[in-house]
C-alpha cells in the first residue's frame, strides 16, 4: 500500500513560483508511474503532467508546458512540481497520484492511477 503526502502549496503572486513535493511511503515509488493533477473549484479533475518510472516526461498539461517541470528523485521516494510564472487560472487543489507501471491509465484524467494524495492549495493572486 503506498500512500502519498503532497507539500509546498500556498499563496502566491501572479508570475511567481511553488516547488510541490509529494513524498511516498508504505511502499518505493520506483516502479510507478508519478502524476499530478489538479482540479478547481466547480471544474473536472485535469492531469497536469506525468513521469515514468525512469523519468520520462509522458505527458503536460497544454496550458503549463514551458512553465511547469515535473520530475522525481526515487532515491528520496519524492515527486516535484516546478511550477513558474504562475496564472491566476492555476489556482486549484494539486493531487500527486501513483499508477502501476505495467497498469492501464491516463495522464489526462487520473483514470487508472492507483493512489492518491490528500493534496495541497495552490492560490495565485492577481
Known amino acids: 500500500q503506498v500512500q502519498l503526502v503532497e507539500s509546498g502549496g500556498g499563496l502566491v503572486q501572479a508570475g511567481g513560483s511553488l516547488r510541490l513535493s509529494c513524498t511516498g511511503s508504505?511502499?518505493?515509488?520506483?516502479?510507478?508511474?508519478l502524476g499530478w493533477f489538479r482540479q478547481a473549484p466547480g471544474k473536472q479533475r485535469e492531469g497536469v503532467s506525468c513521469?515514468?518510472?525512469?523519468?520520462?516526461?509522458?505527458w503536460n498539461l497544454a496550458s503549463v508546458k514551458g512553465r511547469f517541470t515535473i520530475s522525481r528523485d526515487n532515491a528520496k521516494n519524492t515527486l516535484y512540481l516546478q511550477m513558474n510564472s504562475l496564472k491566476p487560472e492555476d489556482t486549484a487543489m494539486y493531487y500527486c497520484?501513483?499508477?502501476?507501471?505495467?497498469?492501464?491509465?491516463?495522464?489526462?484524467?487520473?483514470?487508472?492511477?492507483?493512489?492518491w494524495g490528500q493534496g495541497t492549495q495552490v492560490t495565485v493572486s492577481s
Open positions: 497520484a501513483a499508477a502501476s507501471s505495467g497498469g492501464d491509465y491516463s495522464c489526462s484524467g487520473g483514470v487508472g492511477f492507483d493512489y
Open positions: 508504505g511502499s518505493t515509488l520506483d516502479d510507478y508511474t
Open positions: 513521469i515514468t518510472r525512469t523519468s520520462f516526461r509522458l
